[in-house]
């Protein structure tokens, strides 16, 4: 009966640590956001922004989460160094005034069709150039998997929605460069040992 006993313990235990809150700090080596515009109708401007920094929390059970992000604007590449410089400038990104863009979601909703819950998208504010616009991205894929050599968990995906740079004040070229611009958020983080409270939802 006392071994009975102490395996419920232990299987309870386990339970309980499952269902915890886990909090994940972004991989700067594997999380980027990807931006692309239509230019005057014919082929797409792509771009990246990044190492993206900061953490994300998962309530599993409770199908919710926070997630806080930061990016460095000055890192925008597009792999043409004086299109990068005037992406940079005052009537774009204005990267001397705004150097760094917020993302902040404290609303995530879960798809479980799969088994284990699972994030299937994330509403949030984006604050660019010091203006908040609402941003939801959607989850196109996401996975976890141990880290095969600090044996923690690793959980990413791939994420996806559009804004409109004229409601952030980013004017310039319109209509012939268009307003929508998609962006495309890859991202990897690996599970802190021990999860701050702070970072709960």
Do not use: K
Request: proline share 6%.
């Amino acid at each position: 009966m006392r071994s009975i006993a102490l395996a419920l313990c232990a299987a309870g235990a386990a339970a309980g640590a499952t269902a915890a809150p886990a909090t994940y700090d972004l991989d700067p080596e594997h999380s980027f956001v990807h931006f692309e515009v239509l230019h005057f109708g014919t082929a797409t401007i792509r771009g990246r922004l990044g190492p993206a920094r900061g953490s994300v929390t998962l309530d599993r059970e409770a199908r919710n989460g926070l997630v806080s992000i930061e990016l460095p604007m000055h890192s925008v590449s597009t792999g043409l160094a004086p299109f990068d410089a005037h992406l940079r400038r005052a009537d774009l990104l204005d990267v001397e005034a705004h150097p760094i863009a917020w993302f902040v979601a404290r609303r995530l909703r879960f798809d479980a069709a799969d088994g284990a819950p699972a994030p299937s998208a994330v509403e949030g504010e984006l604050t660019l150039r010091g203006v908040s616009l609402g941003l939801t991205l959607s989850a196109r894929r996401f996975g976890c998997h141990p880290h095969p050599r600090l044996q923690r968990e690793v959980c990413g995906g791939d994420f996806e929605g559009e804004i409109r740079r004229s409601a952030a004040g980013i004017d310039y070229g319109l209509p012939f460069v268009a307003d929508r611009v998609r962006i495309v958020v890859q991202v990897e983080g690996l599970r802190r040992e021990h999860s701050d409270s702070a970072d709960r939802p």
